[in-house]
């Protein structure tokens, strides 16, 4: 069974970066066809999609925060990253990371609530 866990600080001050990490266990992020991806949801909103990367480095993104975004991967320890800089409070939400195949999400995992506060 793939499992994955997200970890990294709960609190993040305003304009400072948000930093997170996945670390994915019974299947390797650099092989297959999956992607592995960031999604958050804040109060009151739904899921939203931020990127992923592939198994070959290959990295998408949402548009909308691209700007703002990096996504890498450290293959040694088969852990894939997410930092998003100039946080601000509407950046607060529960962060997941996930496998992708397409636009279906097989695995996911527990998410971590991130708030942005000074």
């Known amino acids: 069974q793939v499992q994955l866990q997200e970890s990294g600080p709960g609190l993040v001050k305003p304009s400072q970066t948000l930093s997170l990490t996945c670390s994915v266990t019974?299947?390797?992020?650099?092989?297959?066809?999956?992607?592995w991806s960031w999604i958050r949801q804040s109060p009151g909103k739904g899921l939203e999609w931020i990127g992923a990367?592939?198994?070959?480095?290959?990295?998408i993104s949402q548009p909308s925060l691209r700007s703002r975004t990096s996504i890498s991967r450290d293959t040694s320890k088969n852990q894939f990253m997410l930092q998003l800089d100039s946080v601000t409070p509407e950046d607060t939400a529960i962060y997941y990371c996930?496998?992708?195949?397409?636009?279906?999400?097989?695995?996911w995992g527990q998410g971590t609530q991130v708030t942005v506060s000074s």
């Open positions: 990367i592939g198994p070959a480095g290959d990295i």
């Open positions: 019974s299947a390797s992020i650099t092989t297959g066809y999956w992607f």
């Open positions: 996930a496998r992708q195949t397409n636009s279906y999400f097989s695995f």
